[in-house]
């Protein structure tokens, strides 16, 4: 077995493994179907730094890495280690390619820089603090329609109480022109992701692709009349109004085009990660019923009603806790990618040009250098725990690190505290709960739950699925 944390030599270089050519088919084609078990099985066989070639005619290096030297290098070096698009199918020149760009994917340069700058009063702590009984209400009037005592979907009912809550709050409470565009953005997505498209990726009236291309289409154009309709109406919390409204970096008016780019990277940021968190962390609690049970406790003395609400909301330390050791565990974005684009020290070994990164979270995570019993669930270890940027990927780190932190951990103790304080969520085995990763982690189909009156019962759901794999169970 080889020695998995010493591989550093005298002079403070990381030795990589070298994996072989067959290494590099085997996983390649694992980590094509899940990118967290592959992550999983590399850092166990060899380690936290592995390196691999592909085999010709695209001699690549990638670099497999986990833990906080590697994610420290890579993230604070922007300018050489940049994003790269994740969308295969588009179009060129189509609605699609256009759809495909987006803050997310805009390397780093001015650009950039303006617009997460443009964005970070709509998303500050005290913008936040401010909105947060806006949220409260809108959690409740999702919540009430939500079936006591019947089996329901809890993936679909969650998803549908973030996107209310982000459209309420930051896209100026446009629920007739954001709640359809959000549903389009999502479909668009997976379509543009799905393997079904890079089996077919034919123009050919009837397939995925054209069914693809067409829907693209559609949402360009609501994007565009949804954005219009904004023109010249100043909402400083309103993210499409920001977009419209506001020159670009080199003091132009913005073109449609460009909005056409970021509107849906804002708002797929603003719920999709917030909803794998609220998802994952009611799995968590359903395995660990005197941790949920203690929530309840610590929720039912929280005042919906208070004057500040954002006050009251940061006093719920317990809540706090689950969130982030839900996070630490299973995070919404367990994996993230990076290409080089010049040669470059990389633990002190140097890559090519065009190497490719795959930073792991949910293996940093659960680094046992910082995290004592790293696997399991512990929320009462964030009373001492402190980890910096670098040690606890959950919002990513360094100068791209997610913009979206305040107004994402409140959305998501909003949402939590308000199911607890009504539902406990008891998943059922019917449908096993296999995780799929995009940028996001999520259930790959729906994920049943029978909505019981809160009764803080001692009992741990029973469910089955790949996800058991990555999460503590109850014994
Ligand atoms: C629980 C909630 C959230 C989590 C866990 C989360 C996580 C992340 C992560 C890990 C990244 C880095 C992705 C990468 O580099 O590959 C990211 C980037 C980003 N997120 Fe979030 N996010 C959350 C909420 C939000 C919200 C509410 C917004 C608001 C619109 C947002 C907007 C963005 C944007 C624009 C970026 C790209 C930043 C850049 O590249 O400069 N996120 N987020």
Redesign the pocket.
């Known amino acids: 077995m080889l020695d998995l944390t010493a591989q550093s030599s005298a002079d403070g270089r990381a030795e990589p493994y070298h994996a072989s050519r067959l290494d590099f088919l085997r996983y390649t084609a694992q980590f094509a179907r899940d990118r967290v078990e592959t992550l999983r099985r590399i850092r166990r066989n060899f380690g936290p730094f592995v390196l691999c070639r592909a085999p010709a005619p695209f001699p690549r290096l990638m670099a497999f890495v986990s833990g906080e030297r590697f994610n420290r290098e890579i993230f604070s070096k922007t300018d050489t280690w940049q ?1 790269y698009r994740l969308y295969r199918h588009y179009k060129v020149g189509h609605a699609s390619e256009r759809l495909a760009q987006g ?2 994917r ?1 390397n780093s340069g001015p650009r ?1 820089k303006h617009y ?1 700058k443009l ?1 970070a009063p709509a ?1 500050s702590r005290s913008t936040v603090k401010k909105a947060t009984a806006r949220m409260l209400n809108t959690a409740e009037a999702e919540i009430v329609n939500w079936p006591a005592g019947e089996a329901t979907n809890i993936w679909d009912r969650v998803c549908q109480m973030m996107q209310s809550m ?1 459209i309420t709050t ?1 896209f100026g409470n446009a629920r007739s022109s954001g709640c359809p565009v959000a549903e389009m953005i999502n479909e668009v997505n997976q379509e543009m992701l799905s393997l079904r498209l890079l089996r077919c990726p034919f123009n050919i009236p009837g397939t995925p692709y054209n069914h693809m291309l067409k829907r693209a289409e559609r949402l360009e154009r609501d994007i565009i009349d949804w954005a219009e309709a904004k023109r010249g109406v100043t909402e400083p919390t309103n ?1 499409l109004s920001l977009l419209i409204n506001s020159v670009d970096e080199q003091g132009r008016q913005p073109d449609m085009n460009s909005i056409v780019g970021y509107l849906p ?2 708002m797929t ?3 999709e ?2 909803q794998s ?1 609220v998802f994952w962390t009611l799995l968590l609690l359903s395995q660990h019923p005197e941790i949920a049970a203690k929530l309840v406790d610590e929720i039912e003395g929280f005042d919906a009603h208070a004057v500040d609400a954002g006050a009251a909301l940061d006093k719920l330390e317990l809540l706090d806790h689950v969130v982030k050791e839900g ?1 630490r565990l299973l ?3 367990p994996v ?2 990076r290409i080089s684009k010049e040669s470059t020290s990389l633990g002190g070994y140097m890559v090519p040009r065009r190497t490719y990164a795959f930073l792991s ?1 949910i293996y940093t995570n659960r680094e046992p250098e910082v995290y004592a019993d790293p696997d399991a669930f512990l929320p009462e270890r964030w009373e001492t725990l402190k980890p910096n940027e670098y040690q606890y ?4 780190a360094g100068p ?6 305040w ?3 409140a ?2 103790k909003v949402a939590l505290l308000s199911i607890l304080k009504r539902f406990r969520v008891d998943f059922t085995s019917e449908i096993p709960i296999d995780h799929t990763v995009s ?1 996001v982690m999520y259930p790959r189909r729906s994920a049943m739950a029978i909505l019981r009156l809160q009764d803080q019962s001692r009992e741990a759901s029973s469910i089955r699925g790949k996800v058991c794999r990555l999460m503590p169970m109850a014994d």
């Open positions: 994003t803050l997310i805009l950039q997460r964005i998303l982000a930051l993210l990277t804002l940021g603003s719920f990660s917030s968190t996070m995070p919404a974005v993230q990618a979270a990927l959950t919002f990513s791209r690190r997610c913009p979206g932190y107004y994402g951990m959305s998501v940028l």
